[in-house]
């Protein structure tokens, strides 16, 4: 079991890398600044508060990796991580920054496929970075479905937006049958970044 702790508390990290990825496609990357490190710490609490079981702890959307380090920072095991990003260049910048981490480049919305490349079966609980307000209902269906699917029955999944509504459309919402609770909005990022936990309805 590996650990990775910084003493660095830069507000954004690794700013450029991640420019470089938005102007590639702004649209899924959604904004040109990472998440700050109060943003990523609050994202990585709720999500090992909310992991059942000792399941892998997944994270879609990684970009540069400011969550994923909070992730490790607040005791995450290096081993117990699995990140999905769809950027090439972002993948290697992951695999430079967190050496031995387990970086899947594929389509996040296409979770089970992506996650069987890497021989993940289930899991205990799922961090999604997407930004959501911007895919099609059906796709966000299949990813969230697909999270689900693979793990515990009161598991979670932890999702970031800077909207002020729930992200996920709710058409999504309804035929996963799933309840949106809004944990918190962090001011201290560029722009505000609300967090939400989305849970089955019926555990
Ligand atoms: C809003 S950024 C979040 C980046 C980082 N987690 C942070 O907090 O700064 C969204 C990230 O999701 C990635 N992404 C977007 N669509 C994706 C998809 N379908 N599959 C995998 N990664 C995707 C983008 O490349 C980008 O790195």
Redesign the pocket.
Known sequence: MRSITTSRKPIFADPWH?LR?WCR?PL????PL??SWW??ERIAEATLQAARGSGPVV?????????TEALLRLGCALDRLVV????AE?CRFLEARFPGLRVLQ????RLKETLARGRVTSTSVTLC???MRVVPPDASTRCYGDAFALMPQDGAVIQ?TYGLRSPLAPAALAALDLRATFIGREWRNVPPMGVWRYQRRVV
Do not use: C, K, N
């Open positions: 991640f990825g496609a899924a990357v959604g904004w990472a998440s943003s990523a994270e879609l959307g990684a970009g540069t990796g400011p969550v999905v990003e769809r950027d972002m594929g389509d996040a919305l970075g997407l930004p970031y």
